[in-house]
Nanobody, 120 residues
């Protein structure tokens, strides 16, 4: 059974950095991987995506220049390096995977989420 497990969340002060990790098991994810987040009282939103090769990425405007998505296909892992964190980045962060293609939507597999809290 395919499973995605996130780790690396926590409580940090504004300006700090965190690195989220997502371990995939049960199958090899050869296509798009992504990160999403959901803040209290808000809908889940797209954060970043990476294609199967790891050469192409997309980001939501609010994190461009601060967040970096990467993947290690040998380890079946995807990462989200988050720098210059802001209180508005506070949310539960979810890892997601697609069985074909890549992009901002169309994800079929989801992790349980990891909490990121940024204090001012």
């Amino acid at each position: 059974q395919a499973q995605l497990v996130e780790s690396g969340g926590g409580l940090v002060q504004a300006g700090a950095s965190l690195r989220l990790s997502c371990a995939a098991s049960g199958r090899t994810f050869r296509f798009g991987l992504g990160w999403f987040r959901q803040a209290p009282g808000k809908e889940r939103e797209f954060v970043a995506a990476i294609d199967g090769s790891g050469h192409f990425t997309q980001y939501t405007d609010s994190v461009k220049g601060r967040f970096t998505i990467s993947r290690d296909n040998g380890k079946n892992m995807v990462y989200l390096q988050m720098n210059s964190l802001k209180p508005d980045d506070t949310a539960v962060y979810y890892c997601a995977a697609r069985s074909s293609g890549w992009g901002r939507s169309g994800y079929e597999y989801w992790g349980q989420g990891t909490q990121v809290t940024v204090s001012s």
